[in-house]
């Protein structure tokens, strides 16, 4: 059973910085591209960022080049996004995703979900 829980949301004030966390409770975590992605209320969700298997690719929307970082810990089955600069529009619930191949991935259709974490930045 695939599983995968996030932490480190919160509320920040407009410039200040977050770190998310998503562990990932499957077996062949080693072999899966990874992601964050957003969505508020009324909207699409959207990828945020990305990283391939091996941490040899990586994506990032154009909102958040610069501002955030995707990183992963294979041993702790561990993904991170650290989030800086932030901003009011960066507001969202924000979610882990795993599997599907790095196309599927950046295409926002991976294989799993998890439940989000909600990141709210005030101005």
């Known amino acids: 059973q695939e599983h995968l829980v996030e932490s480190g949301g919160g509320s920040v004030q407009a410039g200040g910085s977050l770190r998310l966390s998503c562990v990932a409770s499957?077996?062949?975590?080693?072999?899966?591209?990874m992601g964050w992605f957003r969505q508020t209320p009324g909207k699409e969700r959207e990828g945020v960022a990305a990283?391939?298997?091996?941490?040899?690719?990586?994506y990032y929307h154009d909102s958040v080049k610069g501002r955030f970082t995707i990183s992963q810990d294979k041993s702790k089955n561990t993904l991170y996004l650290q989030m800086n600069s932030l901003k009011p529009e960066d507001t969202a619930m924000y979610y882990c995703?795993?599997?599907?191949?790095?196309?599927?991935?950046?295409?926002?259709?991976?294989?799993?979900w998890g439940q989000g974490t909600q990141v709210t930045v005030s101005s």
């Open positions: 499957i077996d062949t975590y080693t072999e899966y591209s």
């Open positions: 995703a795993a599997g599907g191949g790095w196309s599927r991935m950046v295409s926002g259709d991976p294989d799993y």
């Open positions: 990283i391939s298997a091996r941490g040899s690719l990586t």
